[in-house]
Antibody, heavy 118, light 109 residues
C-alpha cells in the first residue's frame, strides 16, 4: 500500500533552516510529483510547491520563492523540503503529498510539526 | 493568485441529513477543482477532483458539481465519520499554483 513517512518533529530558532524528509513506498516514486503543503496551528492548508518527476523540475508558490528548496533522491525514494530564514510564522505542520499529474495531491504523508521559537 | 472562498465556515448537520458545501473562485478555474477532507489530528484525504470525479475508494454519498467560479460538494446522507473539515483546492493553468479555500467545518447538530 502507498506510504509516505515523514521525518520527526523539529524545533528551530528564528533565522535557522529546516529540512523535512518524506520516504515513499508502495508505488512508483519516479513517475509522481511530490507536493509540500503546510498548516499553521488551527489554520487552513497552504500550498508551498512541488517537485516534478521530469528532470526534478520545481514549481514553488510565490510566497516561498527564494526561501524553499525541494529535492528528491529517486534511489532511496525520498523527497525533501528545506525552508530557510525561519520565523515564528513558519510554525506549522508540513505535509508531503504525491500526485500523478502535478495538479491534485492524491495521497498525503502524516505531517511533520516544525516549531520556530527562540 | 486565485482566491478560493468557502461557505459557510461551519455547518451543523444531523446524522442522516444532507450537507451542501460551497466554494467560489475569484476567477474561472474551469473544472480544475478538488475537494479534500481532514479529520482532527489527521492528514487530508482527497475526495473529488475534476470538480465531480470521486477519488479511489470514496463513497457515492459524496458528489461534486460546478464549473467556472462556483462549486458545490454534497454529502447526501451524513455518516458519523463524515464530520470533518472540507477544503476546496484549485489547480488552474500550467504550471499550476495551487490554492486552497479556508475550509468548511461540518459538525454534529
Amino acid at each position: 500500500q502507498v506510504q509516505l513517512v515523514q521525518s520527526g518533529a523539529e524545533v528551530k530558532k528564528p533565522g535557522a533552516s529546516v529540512r523535512v524528509s518524506c520516504k515513499a513506498s508502495g508505488y512508483t516514486f519516479s513517475v509522481y510529483y511530490m507536493h509540500w503543503v503546510r498548516q499553521a496551528p488551527g489554520q487552513g492548508l497552504e500550498w508551498m510547491g512541488w517537485i516534478s518527476p521530469n528532470n526534478d523540475g520545481t514549481n514553488y508558490g510565490q510566497k516561498f520563492q527564494g526561501r524553499v528548496t525541494m529535492t528528491r533522491d529517486t534511489s532511496i525514494t525520498t523527497a525533501y523540503m528545506e525552508l530557510s530564514s525561519l520565523t515564528s510564522d513558519d510554525t506549522a505542520v508540513y505535509y508531503c503529498a504525491r500526485d500523478p499529474s502535478g495538479t491534485t495531491p492524491d495521497y498525503w504523508g502524516q505531517g511533520t510539526l516544525v516549531t520556530v521559537s527562540s | 493568485e486565485i482566491v478560493m472562498t468557502q461557505s459557510p465556515a461551519t455547518l451543523s448537520v444531523s446524522p442522516g441529513e444532507r450537507a451542501t458545501l460551497s466554494c467560489r473562485a475569484s476567477q474561472s478555474v474551469s473544472i480544475n477543482l478538488a475537494w479534500h477532507q481532514q479529520k482532527p489530528g489527521q492528514a487530508p484525504r482527497l475526495l473529488i477532483y475534476g470538480a465531480s470525479t470521486r477519488a479511489t475508494g470514496i463513497p457515492a454519498r459524496f458528489s461534486g458539481s460546478g464549473s467556472g467560479t462556483e462549486f458545490t460538494l454534497t454529502i447526501s446522507s451524513l455518516q458519523s465519520e463524515d464530520f470533518a473539515v472540507y477544503y476546496c483546492q484549485q489547480y488552474n493553468n500550467w504550471p499550476p499554483k495551487l490554492t486552497f479555500g479556508g475550509g468548511t467545518k461540518v459538525e454534529i447538530k
